[in-house]
């Protein structure tokens, strides 16, 4: 019913940025809290940087300052932009969005974007 399509994933240098979206489409009625997670091989998935719908943020402590999460609901993207990028940043990125679909009884359902890759070089 709804599909995550992310970007802006890539190779960089340590010190480097990137930014990353996230854009859904579908049937949404409406998006409450997005966020971004972090997945290395043998490790599980990590909260990065989550933001609700009434735009109140929360940072994992080892990005606060470094990464900055925000959102356009009008076109239903969520970005993160990453700055003092380290090597230890290296992971997949993926997006989630919790989504009111447009169908009876509009219920709130998880979605996940398809991960993208982000490496920092030393």
């Known amino acids: 019913q709804v599909q995550l399509v992310e970007s802006g994933g890539g190779l960089v240098q340590a010190g480097g940025s990137l930014r990353l979206s996230c854009t859904a489409s579908?049937?949404?009625?409406?998006?409450?809290?997005m966020g971004w997670y972090r997945q290395v091989p043998g490790k599980q998935r990590e909260l990065v940087a989550g933001i609700t719908s009434g735009g109140r943020t929360n940072y994992a402590d080892s990005v606060k300052g470094r990464f900055t999460i925000s959102r356009d609901n009008a076109k239903n993207t969520v970005y993160l932009q990453m700055n003092s990028l380290k090597p230890e940043d290296t992971a997949v990125y993926y997006c989630?969005?919790?989504?009111?679909?447009?169908?009876?009884?509009?219920?709130?359902?998880?979605?996940w974007g398809q991960g993208t890759q982000v490496t920092v070089s030393s």
């Open positions: 579908g049937r949404i009625f409406s998006i409450n809290a």
């Open positions: 989630n969005q919790k989504v009111v679909v447009t169908t009876f009884p509009f219920s709130e359902y998880d979605y």
